[in-house]
T-cell receptor, first 115, second 115 residues
């Protein structure tokens, strides 16, 4: 059974600091990796996806992927109180659209950014 | 991304009844997905719905309990049948959007409470 593990938190960070979130996965066949942000009472919002080893930056967010070690991380630079949310890691066995595509989600990490 | 709407946004239902949830997308998509998010939990995939074919259910979910329709490329319904309090959850639809890659985008969700 494919598993995706995240520390449930809460991860408490002061405003302006870097929040570092980690996610490990069990299936070596996983090919694409996603980070979703979910505010309380709202649906998940896609913020990053990555499928190549290394770093991918988008604004204050950086996703890091290491397939050999089977982990993916998310860095949030200059954290703001508005970043307080639950961050969900998800993995997929495919990169491109294909029959059988599906996401497996981790349990999520709750992040609290304190002013 | 995609603009996705769900109806109803929330409902309170009696045990033993059924509720049909609608998911509408603003453009044609091949694959639609239905998830459940129980209180304080992460997302669990119920089934994948492709237009013109039977839905594919995940382990633990059966068609008699969660019948799905996919009559065209912009619409799907999920019915929660013979409800019990254990079905109280948020139900989310998502779509794969984009030309090539498999990013999924979520609708706003339907919050279901079963008494």
């Amino acid at each position: 059974q494919k598993e995706v593990e995240q520390n449930s938190g809460p991860l408490s960070v002061p405003e302006g600091a870097i929040a570092s979130l980690n996610c490990t996965y069990s299936d070596r066949g996983s090919q694409s990796f996603f980070w979703y942000r979910q505010y309380s009472g709202k649906s998940p919002e896609l913020i990053m996806f990555i499928y190549s080893n290394g770093d991918k930056e988008d604004g204050r967010f950086t996703a890091q992927l290491n397939k050999a070690s089977q982990y993916v991380s998310l860095l949030i630079r200059d954290s703001q109180p508005s970043d307080s949310a639950t961050y969900l890691c998800a993995v997929n066995s495919f990169i491109i659209k294909a029959a059988g595509n599906k996401l497996t989600f981790g349990g999520g990490t709750r992040v609290l950014v304190k002013p | 991304s995609a603009v996705i709407s769900q109806k109803p946004s929330r409902d309170i239902c009696q045990r033993g009844t059924s509720l049909t949830i609608q998911c509408q997308v603003d453009s044609q998509v091949t694959m639609m997905f239905w998830y459940r998010q129980q209180p304080g939990q992460s997302l669990t995939l119920i089934a994948t719905a492709n237009q013109g074919s039977e839905a594919t259910y995940e382990s633990g979910f059966v068609i008699d309990k969660f019948p799905i329709s996919r009559p065209n490329l912009t619409f799907s319904t999920l019915t929660v049948s013979n409800m019990s309090p254990e079905d109280s959850s948020i139900y989310l639809c998502s779509v794969e959007k984009g030309e090539t890659y498999n990013e999924q985008f979520f609708g706003p969700g339907t919050r279901l409470t079963v008494l």
